[in-house]
């Protein structure tokens, strides 16, 4: 009974990091751009056009690394006009990530339509043109060992590429803001770039790389909900996940770590939907469907309220940087 019970636990974990890898990927993305002090409520944009940059391109030409590359160079396309607005011309950085979101949200049923006929929605993908599960090493023999064989079979090994990618992504955040000369830099861009001005380097360059680096993270979130997790484009599949992604990243108070476990909390409440149907609760009775469901968002809007405790953003976020002469 306890390794039936540890192997149901170890596949609800599989599930969960499965479905949090596109908040992974947007949480990562979002903290660089923010942490330079551009906010970015245009994660939700840039995530929906990479998913139909990837699906289109896979269609079109059958493989899933090419539908990948076009939904970086999308979403990086999204982030440098964003960046264009924000950074150079000084504009409004929420009216600018809700004009990107705008703008996702009709060109990828508008082209579409034009290139597949489909109502917005691209040809399915065949499982040669998807990113397939990756069986590690010794994963079938050891399946059957106590207590370690789930974890290496079921949580551990099975995934696709970008969801290790994601999981790498998290380490590799940390290190790059925090250990690096240029994420010190990054950092003090979004705390003090007059400092930075002073010191000789560009401010807008360094924003600018910023956003960059959000862009190709939003591509790759995009790609694996319609190449990896999915099997083709459907119109607003992204639903909500940029926003979401966003909430963990407030929540974690912009640092990778406690970024990871909200965006962790999300996927367990969107795995947990489907085993908890049908389940009922002493004094409640049986939970419905729709609960479940609505629940991450709803802990979303809990999160951005601020009702789990201050979080403080980067001085400068938001702030336009007008160069003393």
């Known amino acids: 009974m306890a390794t039936e019970a540890w192997l149901d636990a170890m596949q609800i974990l599989a599930s969960m990091l499965r479905l949090a890898t596109p908040l992974i990927f947007c949480a990562m993305a979002g903290m660089f751009s923010e942490r330079a002090g ?28 090419a539908g990948l590359a076009a939904a970086i160079g999308a979403s990086v396309a999204l982030a440098l006009v964003h960046g264009f607005a924000c950074i150079t011309h000084r504009g409004d950085h929420i009216v600018s990530g809700v004009a990107i979101n705008i703008l996702a949200s009709g ?6 339509i034009a290139l597949f006929t489909q109502g917005g929605q691209t040809p399915p993908l065949s ?35 970008l969801v290790y990618a994601a999981t790498l992504a998290v380490p590799l955040s940390a290190l790059i803001l925090f250990s690096t000369t240029f994420g010190l830099r990054l950092r003090a861009v979004g705390e003090a770039p007059e400092a930075v001005d002073s010191a000789g380097y560009s401010v807008a360059w360094l924003r600018y790389r910023a956003v960059i680096i959000t862009g190709i993270l939003c591509g790759m979130a995009g790609a694996y909900l319609s190449t990896a997790h999915g099997g083709g484009f459907v119109r607003e599949m992204s639903a909500g996940k940029g926003y979401i992604a966003l909430a963990a990243l407030i929540f974690g108070k912009w640092r990778p770590v406690p970024t990871l476990f909200a965006c962790l909390l999300f ?23 729709e609960v479940i469901l609505v629940a991450p968002y709803v802990l979303t809007v809990i ?17 336009p940087y007008m160069k003393e002469r």
Request: hydrophobic content about 50%; overall charge neutral.
């Open 107 to 112: 060109l990828t049923v508008v082209i579409g």
């Open 267 to 289: 996927g367990v409440l969107e795995s947990s939907a489907a085993r908890m149907s049908g389940v009922s609760l002493p004094l409640v009775g049986q939970i419905p469907i």
């Open 303 to 319: 999160l951005l309220a601020g009702f789990f405790g201050r979080a403080i953003p980067p001085r400068a976020l938001g702030v």
């Open 38 to 65: 551009v906010v970015d409520i245009g994660l939700e944009g840039k995530l929906l056009m990479g998913a139909f940059a990837a699906a289109a391109v896979t269609s079109l030409t059958g493989t899933p690394w």
């Open 127 to 161: 499982r040669e043109e998807r990113f397939g599960p990756i069986t590690l090493p010794f994963a079938d023999r050891l399946a059957d060992v106590p207590w370690f064989g789930p974890f290496y079979a079921e949580l551990l090994s099975g995934h696709n590429l």
